[in-house]
T-cell receptor
Framework: GQQLNQSPQSMFIQEGEDVSMNCTSSSIFNTWLWYKQDPGEGPVLLIALYKAGELTSNGRLTAQFGITRKDSFLNISASIPSDVGIYFC???????????FGTGTRLQVFP | EAQVTQNPRYLITVTGKKLTVTCSQNMNHEYMSWYRQDPGLGLRQIYYSMNVEVTDKGDVPEGYKVSRKEKRNFPLILESPSPNQTSLYFCASSLGGPTYNEQFFGPGTRLTVL
């Protein structure tokens, strides 16, 4: 089935650094969602994007819905230890009952 | 507390021994779903349910069954587990479809099939 490709697969950064990750597909999508999974927990929704070009912030997190509708970006500013986890993008082509999830970006933050 | 609960959290079993993983939500959500998480593959949907007695296949339904007899419960059944079903399983629920309604995930069930 269709998959969303996330990059990088993993990141090792120092506390205080900014982080950028993206999610791409060969298909056009109408929705982009970003989830975070803390170690040992289920994913939690961070940001939802519903319009091409849309830029949305949630605290230190900023996400954008790509103009081509084939990608999305998530930026984290001034990283802190609790940012550690796996970040997933998710999307759907139309208003359906199904979401497709990306392969995930694993983030490690060192003090 | 609003939550999605799964049981058991950890399970080790042998090939062919039927098992059920339970999922329950206390938020009166209509939509419930099961995912499996494997390294490098992200989350893949197994089955979902839009309401009581309404279920549909996700992307990887082979080897799994579900039922939705009550709104709050959505058990995942493995009639004859095989080693390739070793994975981390998540149940999730939302008020409506997950595109426009926030999905809440359970804590996960780590299944090992020997």
């Amino acid at each position: 089935g269709q998959q969303l490709n996330q990059s990088p697969q993993s990141m090792f950064i120092q506390e205080g650094e900014d982080v950028s990750m993206n999610c791409t597909s060969s298909s056009i999508f109408n929705t982009w969602l970003w989830y975070k999974q803390d170690p040992g927990e289920g994913p939690v929704l961070l940001i939802a994007l519903y319009k091409a070009g849309e830029l949305t912030s949630n605290g230190r997190l900023t996400a954008q819905f790509g103009i081509t509708r084939k990608d999305s970006f998530l930026n984290i500013s001034a990283s802190i230890p609790s940012d550690v986890g796996i970040y997933f993008c998710a999307s759907s082509k139309v208003i359906t009952d199904k979401l497709i999830f990306g392969t995930g970006t694993r983030l490690q933050v060192f003090p | 507390e609003a939550q999605v609960t799964q049981n058991p959290r950890y399970l080790i079993t042998v090939t062919g021994k039927k098992l059920t993983v339970t999922c329950s939500q206390n938020m009166n959500h209509e939509y419930m779903s099961w995912y499996r998480q494997d390294p490098g593959l992200g989350l893949r949907q197994i089955y979902y349910s839009m309401n009581v007695e309404v279920t549909d296949k996700g992307d990887v339904p082979e080897g799994y069954k579900v039922s939705r007899k009550e709104k709050r419960n959505f058990p995942l059944i493995l009639e004859s587990p095989s080693p390739n079903q070793t994975s981390l399983y998540f149940c999730a629920s939302s008020l409506g479809g997950p595109t426009y309604n926030e999905q809440f995930f359970g804590p996960g069930t780590r299944l090992t099939v020997l």
